[in-house]
């Protein structure tokens, strides 16, 4: 069965700082994977998705991704951290054949101090 | 280009009450899928529909219902409200036409806010 684990459920960073969160999964086949973020009462936004090829992917708002099929693991990064990227970030797990849903984490929910 | 819209944005109900959210995907999407949040989780896929049928169904009980119209606009009906079915209701369309394998790319809208009292 398809699951995302993200194991920091809150990660706190100075404005300018590098930041680097954690996803981990678990699926059968090659997956396509997603990171999304959520600001307050907010829907969800796209920063970048994998599907395949080249195994650093970068997306929106300056953020990258890397894929690692030895690690099962799709960690998200940034070099520097703007108070503007303070929000809960999620990722997500799709089916590669036959189905459109995603399974996504229990997000981080990032602070940036000033 | 409108992104995918939903109404209404916040609603309240009664435990036992029915409830019809209604979503209008991105313009040339023809897929719409549904997603439960609660408080302090990730989305839960509750449904998808394309061609107005149901395709795909996550792990929620029947009281759960949809229907897609044929300008690609969906509803989500909840049946006999619990409590617990408080929470944030997404949804997000995608172009299965695409052809870029099984999962697209999901846009999603804000959401509607279901609380049950």
């Known amino acids: 069965a398809q699951s995302v684990t993200q194991p920091d459920i809150h990660i706190t960073v100075s404005e300018g700082a590098s930041l680097e969160l954690r996803c981990n999964y678990s699926?059968?086949?090659?997956?396509?994977l997603f990171w999304y973020v959520q600001s307050p009462g907010q829907g969800l936004q796209l920063l970048l998705k994998y599907f395949s090829g080249d195994t650093l992917v970068q997306g929106i708002k300056g953020f990258e991704a890397e894929f690692k099929r030895s690690q099962s693991s799709f960690n998200l990064r940034k070099p520097s951290v703007h108070w503007s990227d303070a929000a809960e970030y999620f990722c997500?797990?799709?089916?590669?054949?036959?189905?459109?849903?995603?399974?996504f984490g229990t997000g981080t929910r990032l602070t940036v101090i000033p | 280009d409108a992104g995918v819209t939903q109404s209404p944005t916040h609603l309240i109900k009664t435990r036992g009450q029915q409830v019809t959210l209604r979503c209008s995907p991105k313009s040339g999407h023809d897929t719409v899928s549904w997603y439960q949040q609660a408080l302090g989780q990730g989305p839960q896929f509750i449904f998808q529909y394309y061609e107005e049928e149901e395709r795909q169904r996550g792990n929620f009980p029947d009281r759960f219902s949809g229907h897609q119209f044929p300008n690609y606009s969906s509803e989500l009906n909840v049946n006999a409200l619990l409590l617990g079915d408080s929470a944030l209701y997404l949804c997000?369309?995608?172009?299965?036409?695409?052809?870029?394998?099984?999962?697209?790319?999901?846009?999603f809208g804000p959401g509607t806010r279901l609380t049950v009292l």
């Open positions: 699926y059968g086949a090659t997956p396509y």
């Open positions: 997000a369309s995608s172009d299965l036409r695409l052809g870029q394998g099984a999962t697209d790319t999901q846009y």
């Open positions: 997500a797990v799709g089916a590669r054949a036959g189905a459109n849903n995603l399974f």
